[in-house]
């Protein structure tokens, strides 16, 4: 079986897992407001047109729920918590800065970043999520990276992991709830059992960072994840982790907008679009240390 075919069925399932965990983030706290580290790369030009076309955004101030769990793409500002850092990050600010408005924070668990946009507390998700069919029932999508997946394991783990596939049966994989690697993983059971193998566990944490803790105590003995956050959870441990392999996943990063608020889904695929043309997207996936080659030009992932 090939990944793509296992990350394909892997969309139907997910739905099951995500819906119980947003049902307990339904009564989450008040919003929290956090300001960020701004980008200092210059506003593209062709933005004024775009503010003169989508007037109704300019002066707001709208709410971006995030998890900020994830450095590279979104994380508390280690120099100063009362800030969030990451290229997802300074990608909204990017987005707000083109079109005239203004950003601020509701950090989330991931499970509960489209239940949060659904219920309107807040106006879009820019927070490392993968665009796939089943999550555009909730939401629409404007992509703007590639997926690739890193598996990582603890150095010396006596279980052979160097992939995604047989490999891995009868390991214990920490995941984060809801992300699409969990059912991935699910779907690895039926052909661990034929080939007279122990299906994989899942142990389920609502955060990157515990998912990365599980391996660290012995407790787990890989992750399957975005390959940026893989390299950063290896640089931060390099005596104790490493990256066992790379896999390529049949999704996109997108940013999630409201399905029934068309026109601004339109301004932000627009606004993406010239700040991808001028450069300036590039500049922030080197500033954060994103391969050049994860750009991905912006496209619609609906459920229509």
């Known amino acids: 079986m090939t990944l793509f075919r296992v990350g394909r069925r892997a969309v139907g399932k997910a739905g099951v897992v995500v819906v ?6 339904l009564a989450a706290g008040a919003l929290t407001i956090l300001p960020s580290v701004r980008a200092t790369a210059k506003t593209p030009e062709a933005c004024a047109a775009l503010q003169a076309k ?27 918590p009362s800030k969030y850092v990451g290229f997802d990050i300074d990608l909204g600010e990017a987005i707000g800065d083109c ?25 879009i998700v820019i ?35 160097d992939g995604i596939n047989l490999s891995m049966c009868g390991a214990t ?16 059971e039926a052909q661990c059992k034929a080939a007279g193998k122990p299906a994989p ?13 599980a391996i660290l105590s012995g407790r787990a003995d890989t992750y399957v994840n975005d390959v ?54 590039g500049e922030l996936m080197k500033k954060w240390s994103l391969p050049e080659d994860q750009m991905e030009a912006p496209k619609l992932v609906v459920a229509d």
């Open 127 to 161: 927070s490392d999520i993968y665009a796939t069919k089943e999550r555009a029932k909730a939401a629409d999508f404007v992509t703007y990276l590639k997926v690739y997946d890193g598996v990582l394991v603890a150095r010396g783990n006596p279980k052979k992991i």
């Open 54 to 80: 989508y007037p109704s955004l300019s002066g707001k101030t709208l709410v971006n729920a995030v998890n900020a769990h994830t450095p590279g793409y979104e994380a508390l500002d280690p120099d100063d």
């Open 228 to 281: 940026n956050t893989v390299d950063s959870a290896v640089k931060a441990y390099p005596g104790k982790l490493e990256k066992a392999t790379a896999v390529t996943l049949p999704y996109s990063v997108g940013i999630a907008v409201p399905r029934n608020k068309t026109d601004f889904r339109d301004a932000v695929f627009a606004a993406l679009n010239e700040i991808q043309k001028s450069g300036l997207q």
């Open 99 to 123: 079109l005239g408005f203004k950003v601020t924070y509701k950090p989330v668990t991931f499970a509960a970043l489209l239940t949060t946009l659904e219920a309107g507390q807040a106006d």
């Open 20 to 25: 119980a965990a947003q049902i307990l983030m």
């Open 173 to 188: 994989a920490s995941e984060n709830t809801g992300f699409v690697e969990v059912p991935l993983v699910q779907a690895l």
């Open 201 to 213: 566990e899942i142990q389920l944490y609502d955060n990157n960072a515990n998912c990365i803790q």
